[in-house]
């Protein structure tokens, strides 16, 4: 059976911040013949911008703050709690801040995915990939998008975008460059997922073609 034949596929988003990801999820969802569903946001943050933009889409969203729980892992685990509650089958870090636990990643092996402002693996392993990329004077940059292991940013690879660094970049214009192709990558890469089109085989990720074309 084909996603087509079902029910579209239920999708949580993490953020922490602006949400411009989590935007472009929204739009590419709303636009009809998307095979994903936003079920819900998480914010490990109050008052972002993201949980606007969730509340405009009609979207539940929670917040779980790291000062409500006694430690990371348990803030985590409440998060997990309500992940299994809505039925979310498809777990995305957009623009999430906090590392994740090794308990929820292993809860959820195979169903998280994240973007990373940079080409990985390099400037991995931080918030300053855009940054890092320009203070180490490489002339391409990027992003990616990959499935969440238990090491940061160093999951199996399923989309890339270069962008080129040009003379007189700064973090701001590279980001926003960066920020572009996010947009387009971390939909494309939830459509193919919802699709069933992902198979994980060691550290690369086949992307197979549309149900009913062979290779
Ligand atoms: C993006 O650059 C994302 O790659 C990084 O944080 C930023 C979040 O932006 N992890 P937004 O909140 O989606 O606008």
Redesign the pocket.
Known sequence: MTRQDKDPLRVAVF?S??????QALIDATQKGQSSARLAAVLSNRDGVY?LERAQRAGIPARVFLRRDYASRAEQQAAMLAYLRQVGAELMVL??FDQIVEPSLVRALEGRVIN???SLLPSFGGGLHGQADALAYGVKVSG?TVHFVTEGVDTGPIIMQAPVPVLEDDTVETL?ARI?EQ?HRILPAAVELYAEGRLRIEGRRVRILPPAGKSD
Not at 17 to 22: A, E, I, M, T, V
């Open positions: 953020v911040g602006r949400g411009s990801n989590l993201a957009a623009g973007i990373h402002p992003c980001s920020l996010e």
